[in-house]
């Protein structure tokens, strides 16, 4: 088994995200003005709040595992049942895991449980112009570009493209 393949998604704890940010990196390539960049200190406190207020029925909060480790992040946000789409967004935790596939793997796995878990038909999904990284990994994945606007670029996954 590859490592790629040792990536699973679980559903994020509340003591999976403080794992998660307890060795959190911010990543300066994710900052569209990097006047707002500043290092990450852990805060308990901080990270109660993140998590609390992403526990919304239009939010899915998925733990990136590698084995018993939290890596990152996937968030399947602005679910709307009636357009039958959600968007994604992926943050892997520093860059020792960043560049070895497993984003790539996670936004598959995500892609996959909004089709089949969620009953969804579109995954969209976007990155800041200069994060080349992001957009590669999406591209990657398998999502498709769609346009570039505002400092943004801009995807989509179709159900009926295939599965991941």
């Known amino acids: 088994m590859t490592a ?28 569209a003005d990097l006047t707002r960049f500043k290092p990450y ?39 709307d049942p009636e357009r039958r789409a959600c968007e994604l967004s992926i943050h892997l935790q520093n860059d020792s895991v960043k560049g070895l596939g497993y984003g790539t793997r996670a936004e598959r796995l995500a892609v996959r449980y909004a089709f089949e878990v969620l009953g969804l038909e579109t995954v969209f999904a976007d990155a800041i112009v200069k994060n080349t990284r992001s957009q ?26 295939g599965m991941p």
């Open 4 to 31: 790629r393949e040792q990536i699973r998604l679980e559903p994020m704890t509340r003591e999976a995200c403080h794992a998660l940010f307890r060795d959190w990196e911010n990543d300066p390539a994710i900052y």
């Open 136 to 161: 590669h990994t999406l591209e990657k994945a398998g999502f498709r570009f769609l346009r570039e606007e505002n400092g943004f670029r801009y995807y989509r996954w179709e159900r009926a493209w």
């Open 41 to 79: 200190v852990y805060d308990p406190q901080a990270v109660d709040r993140y998590f609390d207020a992403k526990q919304t029925p239009a939010r899915r909060l998925l733990a990136v595992m590698l084995g018993d480790r939290v890596i990152g992040e996937v968030q399947l946000k602005r679910i």
